[in-house]
Nanobody
């Protein structure tokens, strides 16, 4: 599985952005997918995930009610709609695909085995 993230940019606080992650590889369809972010000087943190079975969604408390993760099987993409953005959302955002799991915890970095290159989101106050 290869992942390509896009859609980042500069936006004012309160605005919206939609990130997209294009996946290639025939095994994409049976993998859970996630988005993480990493702000300068901070560790990479979980943002959102969607399970391949049933489409159950998970969100970090900091983004609940503002961000929505979705996947489009016909386009092999996973999207992250981000509304009501705050300066604290400024980070490089990474999409990730489930790997050979070392943990069942979908919010953990170790759950994922494939990573995109990241796309920068900057929210100005």
């Amino acid at each position: 599985v290869q992942l390509q993230a896009s859609g980042g940019g500069l936006v004012q606080a309160g605005g919206s952005l939609r990130l997209s992650c294009a996946a290639s590889g025939r095994s994409f369809r049976n993998k859970s997918m996630g988005w993480f972010r990493q702000a300068p000087g901070k560790e990479r943190e979980f943002v959102a995930a969607i399970r391949w079975a049933g489409g159950i969604r998970h969100y970090a408390d900091s983004v609940k009610g503002r961000f929505t993760i979705s996947r489009e099987f016909d386009k092999n993409t996973v999207s992250l709609q981000m509304n009501s953005l705050k300066p604290d959302d400024t980070a490089v955002y990474y999409c990730a695909a489930e790997g050979v799991r070392r943990t069942p915890e979908i919010t953990a970095l170790a759950f994922y085995g494939y990573w995109g290159q990241g796309t920068l989101v900057t929210v100005s106050s």
